[in-house]
């Protein structure tokens, strides 16, 4: 599936051998025993961000407004002790500064969004495109968006047309960043990249897709409009990963449990 921006992505999906619970004293070594369970072992842990990369595609402009020689050069995400933002709009972080610091927090926190559980509910999706991008592209993503996520891409993943689980089961999408990088900054534009983290799957005895982890980067083209940083395009690609560990995997009920009980965060730098 193709990417906004020229990239290509692959989905990588995750097939349960045998029955049974699908957690319960299975273990994540860090290597695969054979190629064989390197082919056959299945669910959907990226078809959410390929769609959202099949969404995007032909999404517009690169926003590369403002690279030039004197671009400041990209640097590590450093912790600078300024606070998040405390105002949210439809639920999303809003209100960012007007600054580069401002712009890796805007990008952070849209790279939750957009790799959110909501983003597959129809109505909810509405309210994130409205929030998150510039007002000119809205319409053209959010039906784009509308095409990646159909009823059979959702039954895919073991939802219903209304991007819900079945009853007794909890779908997983929660996104972590790991750093932010500037690559260009302007008062207008600043394209930002967003190492990411995250678990993707359904929490269910008898899921056919259960809840494993991915590794991404996501590079947000960020424009400066209605006094925020809003999202004008965006794409995605794999890596970097490091190299699995040999951790257990909880059971089923303990990851719907800890996806009930632990909240998520506002970034900022």
Known sequence: MSLGDGESGQTRTRMPEGGGDLYGGARRGGRRSSSRSLVTVVGVVVLLIAAIAFANRGGGDSGTEGDSADAPK??????????????????????????????????????????SADILKPARRT???????????????????????????????GLDE?????????????????????????????????????????????????????????TLQLRWAADDWKVDSFSQKEGPAPVPGDDKASTAEEMAKAVQEYGGFTYAR
Not at 87 to 108: C, L, N, T, V, Y
Not at 134 to 147: C, G, H, Y
């Open 74 to 115: 990209a640097a590590a995400t450093a912790p600078s002790g300024e606070k998040p933002v405390d105002s949210k709009a439809a639920g999303i972080p809003s209100g960012f500064a007007h600054d580069r610091q401002g712009a890796e927090s805007a990008a952070a926190n849209y790279a939750v969004t957009l790799v």
């Open 127 to 157: 309210e994130i495109v409205r929030q998150v991008f510039v007002t000119e592209k809205q319409a053209s993503l959010e039906e784009r968006f509308n095409r990646a996520y159909t009823k059979e891409f959702l039954s895919n993943v």
């Open 162 to 218: 209304n991007g819900n689980a079945p009853k007794g089961s909890t779908y997983v999408s929660r996104t972590m960043p790991i750093g932010t990088k500037v690559t260009s900054y302007s008062e207008t534009t600043a394209s930002v990249e967003v190492w990411c983290t995250g678990v993707f799957g359904t929490a269910g005895e008898k899921t056919t897709n259960p809840v494993s982890s991915d590794w991404f980067t996501m």
